[in-house]
């Protein structure tokens, strides 16, 4: 199984231009987050989603908008970009709690590097 | 005051050291209790969970919690240079029916050879 997949790896963005952080996941879970981790700030939740069709706002949401059409996949999207945004973004999936075998294991992927110039 | 509290560090300790990863927290709505490792670059994986006070074991690795003074420990035995990375302590409370995971900062630990 490929797991949790972040496209891209890396990227440099000028202020102002607009790019989407690319999530999929292969093991049908439910639930998907995206995360920003800057250094000595641990991990902050930007967006999640319980399932497809539904997302909300996580502790850091200004200047990004997600949207989950289908099940394996949760774009994550910067619009306007700022020097403020750089960082690196996880994406990170978790069956749902309703799932027998839940542990409550959040699966990330290896991470999207971004600056903002 | 934040949720969760833990020693950024970096910790270096010589190979077979007995590590101590330590992490605090103030909301006793907390049921669950996890620690992650970090490799450098790469995204977090679950090292151990677990739900109740006491110890858990996992080969070299212990983790105790103890809910009356809301403190959580990773213990490490015999570590090894592969353990270098950073180790995140996380906790899961549920907030509307949702479970919200609260990460501690890291702390970053390096095992010489």
């Known amino acids: 199984n490929a797991g949790v997949t972040q496209t891209p790896k890396f990227r440099i963005l000028k202020i102002g231009q607009s790019m989407t952080l690319q999530c999929t996941q292969d093991m049908n879970h439910n639930y998907m987050y995206w995360y920003r981790q800057d250094p000595g700030m641990g991990l902050k939740l930007i967006y999640y989603?319980?399932?497809?069709?539904?997302?909300d706002k996580g502790e850091v949401p200004n200047g990004y908008n997600v949207s989950r059409s289908t099940t394996e996949d949760f774009p994550l999207r910067l619009e306007l970009a700022a020097p403020s945004q750089t960082s690196v973004y996880f994406c990170?999936?978790?069956?749902?709690?309703?799932?027998?075998?839940?542990?409550?294991?959040?699966?990330f992927g290896e991470g999207s590097r971004l600056t903002v110039l | 005051q934040k949720e969760v509290e833990q020693d950024p560090g970096p910790l270096s300790v010589p190979e077979g050291a007995i590590v101590s990863l330590n992490c605090t927290y103030s909301n006793s709505a907390f049921q669950y209790f996890m620690w992650y490792r970090q490799y450098s670059r790469k995204g977090p994986e679950l090292l151990m969970y677990?739900?109740?006070?006491g110890n858990k074991e996992d080969g070299r690795f212990t983790a105790q919690v103890d809910k009356s003074s809301k403190y959580i420990s990773l213990f490490i035995r015999d570590s090894q240079p592969s353990d270098s990375a950073t180790y995140l302590c996380?906790?899961?409370?549920?907030?509307?029916?949702?479970?919200?995971?609260?990460f501690g900062t890291g702390t970053r630990l390096k095992v010489l050879a």
């Open positions: 989603s319980v399932g497809a069709g539904i997302t």
């Open positions: 996380a906790m899961i409370r549920t907030t509307s029916g949702t479970y919200k995971y609260i």
């Open positions: 990170a999936s978790n069956p749902g709690s309703t799932a027998l075998t839940w542990t409550g294991e959040l699966f």
């Open positions: 677990t739900y109740s006070s």
